[in-house]
């Protein structure tokens, strides 16, 4: 069978559109970032990605019905506010680094042949502790998009991160390079240790702002007050052990 | 050479077949609940399917002639009762992700030339416990499929398995979903401790029922009793340590 | 680059040739006895088999020049008593299931180039403790070769090896049986826990009978005798701990 | 996507050059070498080679703009002293097997059409201590060559290293050797625990001679200086545990 198999339902015609990538991650921040983006936006599904780089294995629904594992494609069309957007959401990541790289690089073809003028990367940045107020950091394809990035209120920080940026949110804004696009890594900080709907919180807020696109957070702050009451009363039981700092830099 | 390469002795015609599955899994439920079914209808090989996929290794007879590690395709055609018959058995699942859905997606291809009708894939639900009344639990293509199952006993419980189905019993029935087959995946409960044949009669009974096939289980009881008996010994020697729960979720 | 690259010194013709294979594995008992038997009929390299599914590696002589790991093939040409004869020996087989595929088709397709009367794959096996008289059991692609291969000595014996046969040594005869070719695998016991030129002695005699070829073993004596000092010294110090099961079924 | 994809920024004409390679190994001494030599030349990069044989990820500069992990390529012409100069530098070498040799065989076919005269490649010598005086030792393609670089004061030493090279500087001599190329690996001793500046300037200062390149080594001393404090503090701290013989071999 072919490595990648896009199917789509159908194919939309774009006018200079945005890609957001949201994929899990540490703490899902890029995930539940896009997953909640597109909520807001009800956007639509227009392709699912099959691939052998995927686990074998397929989701059971509450009824019983089974899916393929797989990344998916969504769009918005442009509003008179927004741009128009394709929003790229999945359950995996590929489970090599060829597929992760054959994966990514199928997703630029894409961007090429859509004309996608800026893409960006969702994730979190481990920093190992608990955050209260995440900084979203950025890194960038050029200067000049980290000077724009800048006056949209992105922390560039030197030697942050210093470990690189690995996975989908890594290579798509590395391809882009290789291939001419213009592409950004947003990251929100995050401790790394459970998903973080506040670290998807921040990120979105920066990514709203810069999309012109208007966002109900109430859903993610709902999720996030959830998540500090398990992890305050976690913290009542035991004192973590220092975490390893290796598993901090990873970014999704 | 091909990492997939079929080999037929014959190439026989049929009419609307159903593609039975049972590959080794968990508690081997698949895989003995398939070669009873095959047993009892005397069915005939036509294929073998190498590849390099497979462990690179040769079994031995007892005469001391090799065998090629393999999976092999048997048949039983129509009579008056049943349908055409087509049984999936073998040693191994490719020992790969991209080994499993290549596989998989050989299958498939075969199944869509010979006008396959439905593919049921079998499989242990490992519970991490004794199981006395394995219950037969199902996933399928779609929600008619679901409806026509429950209506022959199949069980659908919300949530279970939550882990999703991974190996060929998952991606014979995600690959169906994309190429447009139907395709029911039956999971006998099983402890996931031993090779279950309880959980393998479970499914079978189930299964010749839909399929209307006569079936004699006095093997596969005899089997159940002897491993019952072992268990019962091992159970007064120790209590077994509490199971896993990541263990538990693989259906093979 | 191909993934298997071989490269011919010259293009011998041979009739009905056999070949014999001596690759590393369990004891070394097949590379030992591969190697003294291509020593003893002085025979000629006249092929390199270069391989990605090697390891990255390469070998620095004695005057510091250096070689790519690799597989090699020696002829010797029929002398009245014995036939023609093609060896097979290398520092490697391949690191993935895959590769180790591969490269045996690969030998397989030369051998049906070349013409190939029998394959014989030499091997050691593993039986977790001292051996005094070392059997040399077999396996074949045929109950007519098993039948003449113990008129020539070789022990067929039920359920041994239970664990079958890998790498080389098994795919070999497993690829001959699927291609329609004749192969023998001779093993010769041996505790698995040192190189073992005592079982590449047993395997060699009977292979030597067979061919009809006169070796002289003072060499695998020699050598054998020091590998028995060096043991008798370690058993004054140390009893070993008991094998674990698993790791004595490996056939080279 | 193309497993390795190069992307010259120019295509620069070659006088029979001399290809010199540095990538991350033992104590990254051949990095270390490389990198200093093509300051000092003040070598212009003229191709980036990546590919999905890297890890999947990008690094982030100290102004927030990203780069994909790669290998890169530069040339210093002649001028009169040195020959026509290639360097390959890169921040990884191929994750797998099969990568190290595709990536290595790339560069071998370039060497082919720039006519490439001699490859050198450099790398450490993991000794397992600390040494004061790092000697430079040799491997190469030809007994012709060993005595050549014998005459430049490179150490061939019977049995070192033992366990063969591996990576890059093994396959691009052993792929020299296949291809009918001149190749000599040069390894400056080092302890194989730390960075080695040290074991890059004995290897350096050997080839500086050989290629008559002038070089200022002040940088790569007081880079040495540091390491020489840092580990003089440490053991006073602490004596390092008996390192594991099997580290000790790779030369990267």
């Given at each position: 069978m072919e490595?990648?198999?896009?199917i789509f339902?159908?194919q939309?015609?774009?006018?200079?559109?945005?890609l957001?990538?949201g994929?899990?991650?540490v703490?899902?921040?890029?995930?539940?970032?896009a997953?909640?983006?597109?909520?807001?936006?009800?956007a639509t599904k227009?392709?699912d990605?099959?691939?052998?780089?995927?686990?074998?294995?397929?989701?059971?629904?509450?009824?019983?019905?089974?899916?393929l594992?797989?990344?998916?494609?969504?769009?918005?069309?442009?509003?008179?506010?927004?741009?128009?957007?394709?929003i790229?959401v999945?359950?995996?990541?590929?489970l090599?680094?060829?597929?992760?790289?054959?994966?990514?690089d199928?997703?630029?073809q894409?961007c090429?042949?859509w004309?996608v003028?800026?893409?960006?990367?969702?994730?979190?940045?481990?920093?190992?502790?608990?955050?209260?107020?995440?900084?979203?950091l950025g890194?960038?394809?050029?200067k000049?998009?980290?000077?724009?990035?800048k006056?949209?209120g992105?922390?560039?920080?030197?030697?942050e991160?210093?470990?690189?940026?690995?996975?989908?949110?890594?290579?798509?804004?590395?391809?882009?390079k290789?291939y001419?696009?213009q592409?950004?890594c947003?990251?929100?900080?995050t401790?790394?240790?459970?998903?973080d709907?506040?670290?998807?919180?921040?990120?979105?807020r920066?990514?709203?702002?810069?999309?012109?696109?208007e966002?109900?957070?109430?859903?993610l702050?709902?999720k996030?007050?959830q998540?500090?009451?398990?992890?305050?009363?976690?913290k009542?039981?035991e004192?973590p052990a220092?975490?390893?700092?290796?598993?901090?830099?990873?970014?999704?």
């Amino acid at each position: 069978m072919e490595k990648i198999k896009s199917i789509f339902s159908e194919q939309p015609q774009f006018d200079a559109p945005i890609l957001v990538e949201g994929l899990p991650g540490v703490g899902n921040v890029g995930k539940l970032a896009a997953e909640h983006l597109l909520d807001q936006l009800k956007a639509t599904k227009f392709a699912d990605i099959y691939s052998s780089y995927f686990p074998p294995q397929v989701v059971v629904d509450e009824e019983g019905v089974i899916k393929l594992v797989n990344n998916e494609l969504y769009y918005s069309k442009a509003d008179g506010k927004h741009p128009d957007l394709i929003i790229l959401v999945g359950d995996y990541q590929g489970l090599t680094p060829e597929g992760q790289y054959d994966l990514s690089d199928h997703i630029i073809q894409l961007c090429q042949r859509w004309g996608v003028k800026t893409i960006f990367t969702l994730g979190g940045y481990g920093i190992g502790k608990m955050v209260e107020q995440p900084r979203v950091l950025g890194a960038a394809t050029s200067k000049e998009v980290v000077e724009e990035m800048k006056a949209k209120g992105v922390i560039f920080s030197k030697g942050e991160p210093g470990s690189g940026i690995v996975g989908a949110s890594g290579l798509l804004l590395g391809l882009s390079k290789v291939y001419g696009l213009q592409a950004v890594c947003l990251m929100g900080e995050t401790s790394g240790y459970f998903v973080d709907p506040k670290g998807a919180e921040a990120v979105l807020r920066i990514l709203a702002s810069i999309l012109n696109v208007e966002i109900d957070f109430s859903d993610l702050e709902s999720k996030a007050e959830q998540i500090d009451l398990i992890t305050s009363k976690l913290k009542e039981i035991e004192t973590p052990a220092e975490p390893k700092r290796e598993d901090l830099g990873y970014i999704g």
